[in-house]
């Protein structure tokens, strides 16, 4: 299993980057992919995942309506966009992998923390000037 997280950079408060999440090794529908991210100082925080398996999306409250979570199924690859972006969203972003939860004819999305995902990517820095 891999995951290559990329497109961080520097840039301008207000400003937009699109991080990319490229996967492999698993069957991708099966998986939840999750951004996750740590500013100098802070713990790592969970901010958004998706499962193209069941249509699922969540965001933090810290990201809601700036962030945009978003899959290509054909491309094993989840992106996420970043809009109006402010000093405090300065951080190394990861992405992780965790398989989906059987619960009868269900599949549930693990809980947007650490300890549920089992394959990291190595992060990417997103830097926002003010």
């Known amino acids: 299993v891999q995951l290559q997280a990329s497109g961080g950079g520097l840039v301008q408060a207000g400003g937009s980057l699109r991080l990319s999440c490229a996967t492999s090794g698993f069957t991708f529908g099966d998986y939840a992919i999750a951004w996750f991210r740590q500013a100098p100082g802070k713990e790592r925080e969970g901010i958004s995942s998706i499962s193209s398996g069941t249509g699922f999306r969540y965001y933090a409250d810290s990201v809601k309506d700036r962030f945009t979570i978003s899959s290509d199924n054909a491309k094993n690859t989840v992106y996420l966009q970043l809009n109006n972006l402010k000093p405090e969203d300065t951080a190394v972003y990861y992405c992780?992998?965790?398989?989906?939860?059987?619960?009868?004819?269900?599949?549930?999305?693990?809980?947007?923390?650490?300890?549920?995902?089992?394959?990291w990517g190595q992060g990417t820095l997103v830097t926002v000037s003010s």
């Open positions: 992780a992998a965790a398989q989906l939860i059987a619960a009868g004819l269900l599949k549930l999305v693990p809980d947007l923390v650490d300890e549920k995902y089992d394959y």
